[in-house]
């Protein structure tokens, strides 16, 4: 059976299970400047949506960029093997005109490929998370599960945004998050709302821990606030 897709009501669950992996991880100079992997499936199966997550996704990064202090570095996959990765930027504007020029064609998942890419990444700096969405899998799921756990072992955890819920994705995205120490998260077209918060959300965390995260609660309120509040015990 398939989980339930991300609703408004089960968005403070999935945030509070990215705060609590996040809380265990050790905290950085206040001086330090937080780094996110953001990595997508281009391929023709995310057609239908892709209009939708480019602007949620776009939404992201503008939080980060209101809120300072964190890197971002896009990475997609797409085609005939091909996968590429920007450079690190403050600059949402940046991200989104890269964005903009990619586009979905068809081919087969790469996900190893961007797990390896992370711990390459992880190899040279700091990385506080990898963020993935995509909606299915199509490799060994044995190999994907070895290099997300060398990821977390580095500290990385991998947060999967599953986009329609199918197997055996489910199962395996379900899988690299736990063994990395991040957290799974569904979504379909009919709920952008839920996504757009969730990703803004880590978006706040990853740029500004804990405070960050309060006052954005406090500013937008609902599911954000309710977790902001458990994670500062008020």
């Given at each position: 059976m398939c989980a339930k897709?991300?609703?408004?009501?089960?968005?403070?669950?999935?945030?509070?299970?990215?705060?609590?992996?996040?809380?265990?991880t050790p905290v950085r100079?206040?001086?330090?400047?937080?780094?996110?992997i953001f990595a997508m499936d281009a391929t023709a199966s995310r057609s239908p949506t892709?209009?939708?997550?480019?602007?949620?996704?776009?939404?992201?990064?503008?939080?980060?960029?209101?809120?300072?202090?964190?890197?971002?570095?896009?990475?997609?996959?797409?085609?005939?093997?091909?996968?590429?990765?920007?450079?690190?930027?403050?600059?949402?504007?940046?991200?989104?005109?890269?964005?903009?020029?990619?586009?979905?064609?068809a081919g087969r998942t790469q996900i190893e490929r961007v797990l390896k890419h992370a711990l390459k990444e992880a190899g040279t700096g700091a990385v506080n998370a990898l963020v993935f969405i995509g909606d299915a899998m199509e490799e060994n799921v044995d190999l994907l599960a070895d290099a997300a756990g060398q990821l977390g072992l580095r500290g990385v955890p991998v947060f999967m945004f599953?986009?329609?819920?199918?197997?055996?994705?489910?199962?395996?995205?379900?899988?690299?998050?736990?063994?990395?120490?991040?957290?799974?998260?569904?979504?379909?077209?009919?709920?952008?709302g839920a996504l757009r918060a969730l990703l803004r959300?880590?978006?706040?965390?990853?740029?500004?821990?804990?405070?960050a995260l309060e006052d954005y609660g406090r500013k937008h309120g609902g599911s954000v606030l309710q977790i902001s509040e458990q994670m500062t015990g008020r």
């Open positions: 897709p991300l609703t408004p009501d089960t968005v403070s669950s999935n945030i509070a299970a990215f705060l609590d992996t996040a809380d265990k100079s206040e001086k330090s400047t937080g780094r996110l892709w209009d939708m997550a480019m602007s949620i996704q776009a939404d992201m990064f503008s939080e980060a960029s209101a809120l300072g202090g964190l890197e971002v570095q896009l990475v997609y996959y797409r085609g005939l093997m091909e996968c590429r990765s920007s450079s690190w930027t403050r600059d949402a504007s940046e991200l989104g005109r890269l964005m903009s020029k990619v586009d979905v064609l599953h986009e329609g819920g199918g197997e055996p994705a489910a199962s395996a995205f379900k899988h690299i998050a736990k063994v990395s120490g991040g957290a799974y998260c569904l979504f379909d077209a009919s709920s952008p959300a880590v978006a706040a965390f990853a740029a500004g821990g804990a405070r």
